[in-house]
């Protein structure tokens, strides 16, 4: 049996648009048990995975060292993806080394940590592409794999490195949410000849399965994954294709997005909800989002400050996702089965949907 071998699960971010179909994944067959921090027992989310088998609660934040040693005792595994548009980058920061130290204190074998690209590093610390939430993952990951590097005879540790799941695309309150502007899908973003690496939350649940099922092999591993590097142009084309209702990418400069676009509104908020504007530490959204517009425009195919190995994630996952049609397509009629209508008609005003629990909520909540 495997050193890292595991069958009880401390889950932080459960509930957020990742976790559940991860959860989903890990208890598909029971294999695994999930114990779920939450900070709130009664809020939808929580209740739709108290339906599934092998699963228990923790209610609490995962800023609190009392409730993260709760959570962590007694399981053997962890899957942390901290919350960074509730803690900000600094606090991220923080956080993210106590989960690892903690985890080593509590006796897990092995841990995985949600993450996202370490831009400003991948850019040659270029500043035009600072971008804090990512930025905070991206160092912290690294820092847990070369922790891993002392302590992995005692605990191993495994990076799940995403990006902006395809469904922020069709859904409220994300950087690239769509309007419908003359009958014409629309998606007015600041990407020019860039492209986005997209990830399907669905194909989340296999990729977090097979780091745990294979716990030797992943020990130490940044698996970074991707349906593709996908433009706007190949968006709108893929959308027109599944729909037969007219879509298109408009490229605007920045000025024009931070005047128009989708998070003009909070432009001059915190980049997290629960960071303080005061310390200079922290970044606005527009300073935050900019560096994450900029990381995508430079990005397109496959050459950029942004990359994946898709040949790693065909061996990994054949059955993957791989393209914005594929996923359309499936999307499209998943939401017919649940009663939501067809893609045309989710994107119409007043019924895009959002995906992140951040928009969910409206941006309350604290730590």
């Given at each position: 049996m495997s050193q890292?071998?595991?069958?009880?699960?401390?889950?932080?971010?459960?509930?957020?648009?990742?976790?559940?179909?991860?959860?989903?994944?890990?208890?598909?067959?029971?294999?695994?048990?999930?114990?779920?921090?939450?900070?709130?027992?009664?809020?939808?989310?929580?209740?739709?995975?108290?339906?599934?088998?092998?699963?228990?609660?923790?209610?609490?934040?995962?800023?609190?060292?009392?409730?993260?040693?709760?959570?962590?005792?007694?399981?053997?595994?962890?899957?942390?993806?901290?919350?960074?548009?509730?803690?900000?980058?600094?606090?991220?920061?923080?956080?993210?080394?106590?989960?690892?130290?903690?985890?080593?204190?509590?006796?897990?074998?092995?841990?995985?940590?949600?993450?996202?690209?370490?831009?400003?590093?991948?850019?040659?610390?270029?500043?035009?592409?600072?971008?804090?939430?990512?930025?905070?993952?991206?160092?912290?990951?690294?820092?847990?794999?070369?922790?891993?590097?002392?302590?992995?005879h005692r605990m191993g540790a495994a990076l799940f490195t995403t990006g902006p799941y395809m469904e922020m695309a069709i859904a409220k309150g994300t950087p690239m949410s769509p309007t419908v502007e003359d009958g014409i899908v629309t998606w007015r973003v600041p990407l020019g000849a860039g492209a986005v690496v997209h990830v399907s939350l669905e194909d989340c649940a296999y990729y977090v399965r097979w780091l745990f099922d294979h716990a030797d092999r992943a020990n130490g591993m940044d698996l970074e994954v991707a349906i593709a590097h996908i433009g706007y142009d190949e968006m709108a084309e893929a959308f027109e294709k599944v729909t037969g209702h007219p879509a298109r990418f408009i490229d605007v400069d920045l000025d024009s997005y931070w005047e128009l676009g989708p998070l003009s509104a909070i432009s001059k908020a915190p980049a997290g909800y629960s960071a303080d504007l005061s310390d200079k530490s922290t970044m606005t959204v527009r300073e935050n989002f900019t560096g994450f517009w900029n990381m995508w425009k430079f990005s397109g195919g496959n050459l950029g400050v942004v990359r994946r190995d898709y040949a790693l994630l065909d061996e990994i996952f054949p059955g993957r996702i791989r393209s914005a049609e594929q996923w359309f397509r499936k999307e499209d009629q998943k939401g017919r089965d649940r009663g939501l209508g067809g893609l045309w008609e989710r994107v119409q005003a007043g019924n895009l949907r959002p995906i992140l629990k951040i928009a969910e909520d409206g941006r309350r909540g604290r730590l």
């Open positions: 890292y071998a595991t069958t009880n699960i401390f889950v932080i971010g459960g509930t957020g648009a990742q976790g559940i179909p991860v959860i989903r994944g890990l208890v598909s067959d029971e294999k695994y048990h999930c114990k779920i921090l939450t900070r709130d027992l009664g809020s939808s989310r929580a209740k739709e995975l108290s339906t599934l088998p092998n699963v228990s609660f923790l209610e609490g934040t995962f800023a609190d060292e009392l409730v993260l040693r709760a959570g962590f005792q007694g399981c053997d595994g962890a899957f942390v993806n901290l919350d960074g548009f509730n803690s900000g980058e600094k606090g991220e920061t923080y956080w993210a080394i106590r989960c690892y130290e903690l985890a080593l204190e509590c006796g897990i074998k092995f841990f995985v940590y949600g993450n996202l690209d370490y831009v400003y590093k991948k850019s040659g610390y270029d500043p035009i592409f600072r971008s804090g939430h990512y930025d905070g993952k991206g160092r912290m990951g690294e820092w847990i794999l070369q922790q891993t590097k002392d302590n992995g």
